[in-house]
């Protein structure tokens, strides 16, 4: 049977005990909210995009992964959100977490320290074996796509 409860191990980096440690801010939520470890208020101008630091590490089990979203909130009313979304932490990465931001607003929008930036979804990674082969199965669809079935 598959696994459904995993405890991940988290290291808070030297310098931010006052960081809160990705936290959901509601029983079911999905995503932990990810926090700017940024040093001081950090301002990024319409365009510009900025890694933020979150302040800690981790150590994903084998085959789970985080994926590093953007907040609806700070894209609906701020169009700050992350360029490479949905950003991926390895199992494997001992790193920073780290959020790359992208302000797509018109505005300049300034990253407190402690502020929620981002969040983050941690899912399961089936192991994947590439096989090589030189004809593939029928299927109705075959080679459409990129909106063959529809006008627009
Ligand atoms: O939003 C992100 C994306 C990645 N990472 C870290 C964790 C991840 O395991 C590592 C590598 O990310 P990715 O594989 O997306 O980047 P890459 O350009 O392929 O770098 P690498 O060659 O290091 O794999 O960087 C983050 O902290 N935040
Ligand atoms: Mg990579």
Do not use: W
């Amino acid at each position: 049977m598959l696994q459904t409860e995993f405890e991940v191990q988290i290291k808070r980096l030297p310098g931010n005990e006052d960081i809160h440690i990705p936290a959901k801010m509601s029983d079911l939520a999905a995503g932990f909210d990810l926090y700017a470890a940024v040093d001081e208020p950090l301002t990024l101008g319409p365009g510009q995009r900025v890694l933020v630091p979150t302040g800690f590490a981790m150590a994903l089990p084998p085959q789970l992964e985080a994926q590093v979203r953007p907040r609806s909130g700070l894209a609906y009313k701020h169009g700050l959100t992350c360029l490479n979304s949905p950003g991926t932490i390895d199992a494997d990465y001992r790193g920073e977490v780290k959020v790359l931001l992208i302000n797509h607003g018109n505005h300049g929008f300034t990253i407190e320290r402690n502020e929620r930036i981002a969040q983050m979804v941690i899912q399961y990674v089936p192991e994947v074996k590439l096989v090589e082969v030189d004809e593939l199965s029928d299927t109705e669809r075959g080679e459409g796509g990129f909106g063959h079935t529809g006008t627009k």
